[in-house]
């Protein structure tokens, strides 16, 4: 499900609903706090009338049991005592593979990974791993295997050290136990661009590399500095003018951070007559971006258009108003049916946009698997004067 994958803005509203529902059910005991002031009323209902004011800041008098100077939902689920986690009912083995693109063999592959979250008990399981790998011959190798790991939901992570690319890329998936290893893939690239910086322009900027990204041996990766783009923390390039469109082929732009977060790295039109991002070319893939705030001129926040846009894959993306036009717009011949060369937008969340949260037109061809369309103008998904 696209909840598993994308973080849920509405997520501290959620909280609260389970906290409050917890509360009035009696699940659990409340504990008087020893900081802060929570008055005669029970704990429980002091946090949650002073989560309505201020906007949760913490003032004089306000109730905050966990110290931490904002009252959220964290305050009311701190006091009650839910059950423990049941046991990992079995090993969940992990194999990683790695499709070498890099022209070079063998490769010198880092590994590592941790478990997110204590979905179940790990007792003997491991809940972390990290190995250097050396993967011999061109194309998909497998790389490495992991016995013996507790299920839930993982962080893994690559750094290429030789050749020393500076490639470094992260993705989150759920390990499930049984006798079927479960499997993650990485494709080590022929070449690798880092973002250094969140400026509209200059050296070391999305524009740059886009505007050098042509001549660059292919498969091509932009990543974003952690030193500009720090993990887990939302930092906007927002532009002055139209980024250069993506007219390369097999080019990865991947935006997931070191934590496994994605929506964090930042594409703002700054409400100018422009789309956040275009692409004209075949089998780029883009993963983990957040697309927002284009302006007038009936433009999409995300272009992906023209008879040589055939099998572009956007993931995990959080494309958001506001917008003149669509969230997604697929158009003039890209992509030619609804196999490899189609246009896929998978797991994405799309909301708050002018039109239609994605169209596609003009004899264009798109897929659109397992994503959260909610809350646009016009709707949220149309096929219009041929498109499919």
């Not at 906290?19 to 209902?45: E, K, N």
């Not at 030789?162 to 998936?173: A, I, Y």
């Not at 390039?237 to 390369?248: E, G, M």
């Amino acid at each position: 499900m696209i909840h598993s994958v994308l973080p849920r803005r509405d997520s501290a509203a959620s909280l609260v609903r389970v906290a409050l529902a917890l509360a009035f059910l009696g699940v659990g005991q409340p504990v008087r706090a020893s900081t802060g002031d929570c008055g005669a009323l029970p704990v429980v209902t002091s946090v949650i009338a002073a989560m309505f004011q201020n906007d949760g800041r913490v003032i004089s008098g306000t109730c905050d049991p966990n110290s931490d100077e904002i009252v959220t939902a964290a305050d009311v689920t701190g006091l009650v005592d839910l059950p423990a986690p049941p046991a990992c009912p079995a090993s969940a083995d992990l194999v990683v593979e790695i499709d070498n693109k890099t022209g070079r063999s063998p490769v010198s592959i880092v590994l590592s990974g941790k478990r997110l979250g204590a979905e179940c008990l790990a007792g003997a399981l491991a809940t972390s791993y990290r190995r250097t790998v050396n993967c011999a011959g061109p194309g998909l190798v497998t790389c490495g295997q992991f016995n013996a790991r507790a299920a839930g939901s993982w962080r893994h992570s690559i750094l290429v050290a030789s050749p020393n690319s500076g490639q470094t890329q992260h993705q989150v998936s759920l390990l499930v136990a049984g006798n079927v290893p479960n499997r993650i893939r990485f494709t080590a690239f022929a070449s690798v661009f880092s973002v250094q910086t969140s400026a509209n322009e200059g050296n070391g900027s999305l524009r740059s590399v886009l505007q050098s990204i042509d001549a660059a041996p292919k498969p091509a990766l932009i990543q974003f500095s952690p030193d500009a783009f720090p993990p887990g923390v939302p930092v906007a390039i927002r532009l002055d003018f139209s980024l250069p469109t993506l007219a390369s082929d097999d080019v990865t732009i991947d935006a997931t951070d070191a934590t496994g977060a994605v929506g964090n790295r930042i594409i703002d039109a700054n409400g100018l007559p422009i789309g956040a991002l275009g692409i004209s070319g075949a089998r780029n893939h883009v993963i983990g971006l957040h697309l927002r705030n284009s302006g007038g001129n009936d433009r999409d926040l995300l272009s992906i258009s023209g008879p040589g846009a055939d099998g572009n894959v956007v993931e995990r993306t959080i494309v958001d108003g506001p917008s003149s036009a669509d969230g997604i717009g697929v158009d003039l011949d890209a992509g030619k049916d609804f196999g490899n060369s189609a246009n896929v937008i998978r797991d994405c969340e799309i909301s708050g946009v002018s039109d239609k949260g994605v169209k596609v037109t003009t004899g264009a061809y798109a897929r659109v698997e397992r994503c959260w369309v909610h809350d646009n103008a016009n709707g949220g998904i149309q096929a219009t004067l041929g498109g499919h």
